[in-house]
């Protein structure tokens, strides 16, 4: 009896790893799925890019249109000569009106002397933190009796060196001259003589 021995290896049996094609699979799934929403995705954003430029373009034709129909109108109007000649009359006449305000302001500020321009001088000579309380002014606009109140004893010759350069105390001697303090303020009095006599 014949005995028949093999003498190749084995044949490894293959054993298939269900797990690593499961693995696989998944993956495979994973970008075919993303693949399909990035082209749907840029499909989209392209019919909306169609779409807007398909509105440019016909918002740039009614544009061109109306430019057309304005050019047109443009064309077609012409002033009359009878609007032109009035138009021309109407400058004529604003220009004649502008002179005779200004030479109206002129005569105005020329005018416009005595107390109004004392009481704007006066003003203009106080410092930022001094108040006039009272004054009196006697002949050819000048002061005879000032009195108020300013923030430091410093302001008191300021206000009189103001008055002084705004020929309000022009040729006078200072009679009295008293500063007290009353609170955060200084108080002062200013009286003003002209030879020698109070006006």
């Not at 490894?12 to 790893?17: D, G, L, Q």
């Not at 690593?20 to 693949?35: A, D, H, M, Q, Y």
Request: hydrophobic letters at 40%.
């Amino acid at each position: 009896m014949k005995q028949r021995i093999n003498l190749l290896p084995i044949k490894p049996k293959r054993v298939r790893n269900w797990l690593g094609l499961k693995n696989l699979l998944t993956l495979l799934s994973v970008l075919f799925i993303s693949c399909s929403l990035a082209g749907l995705g840029f499909w989209l954003d392209a019919r909306n890019l169609q779409s807007q430029a398909v509105s440019f373009e016909v918002q740039n034709l009614s544009l061109q249109n109306n430019l057309m129909q304005l050019k047109s109108q443009q064309a077609t109007r012409q002033v009359p000569r009878e609007l032109e000649h009035e138009l021309k009359q109407m400058r004529q006449q604003v220009l004649a009106m502008q002179q005779m305000l200004t030479l109206e302001d002129t005569l105005n500020s020329a005018s416009r002397g005595g107390f109004s321009q004392t009481m704007t001088q006066l003003q203009n000579s106080m410092p930022d933190r001094a108040e006039l309380h009272s004054f009196k002014i006697g002949s050819h606009t000048n002061l005879v009796y000032v009195r108020g109140s300013a923030a430091t004893p410093q302001d008191l010759p300021l206000i009189i060196k103001n008055l002084r350069a705004r020929h309000l105390l022009e040729k006078h001697d200072i009679e009295k001259l008293r500063m007290q303090r009353s609170g955060d303020s200084h108080s002062f009095e200013v009286s003003v003589t002209s030879g020698g006599q109070e006006q």
